[in-house]
């Protein structure tokens, strides 16, 4: 099976849902891995508020690229930014607040 572009995997994704089958099933339906289609659902979802190729909008950067927790036994938790800013919280939970935050004010769910 040869690469499939975004419409393709858009209009895979569609089907799916409707289907109301698991990811496997339809994985294996369409024979992919299920890990495919569990991306594919990730990355047209978290692209659909983008601006269209081609466009001269600009796309603001998420400020949490990526954030990782080494240690839950730890009582405060230190999250760093892309630009290199640090965040010190006291507890796990404050930790999932910020995230949140983030996720607002970047325009995510």
Not at 5 to 16: D, L, M, S
Not at 35 to 58: D, E
Request: charged share 30%.
């Amino acid at each position: 099976m040869g690469r499939v572009g975004r419409e393709e995997w858009a209009k895979r994704i569609e089907r799916w849902k409707e289907s109301g089958l698991t990811a496997a099933e339809f994985a294996r339906e369409i024979g992919v891995s299920e890990k495919s289609v569990r991306w594919w659902k990730w990355q047209l979802a978290g692209k659909a508020t983008k601006a269209p190729r081609g466009s001269k909008a600009k796309t603001a950067m998420s400020p949490l690229t990526f954030m990782e927790v080494s240690s839950v036994q730890s009582a405060a938790i230190e999250v760093v930014l892309a630009n290199g800013i640090r965040v010190r919280l006291a507890h796990l939970e404050d930790a999932v607040v910020f995230v949140r935050l983030l996720e607002g004010v970047d325009g995510r769910k």
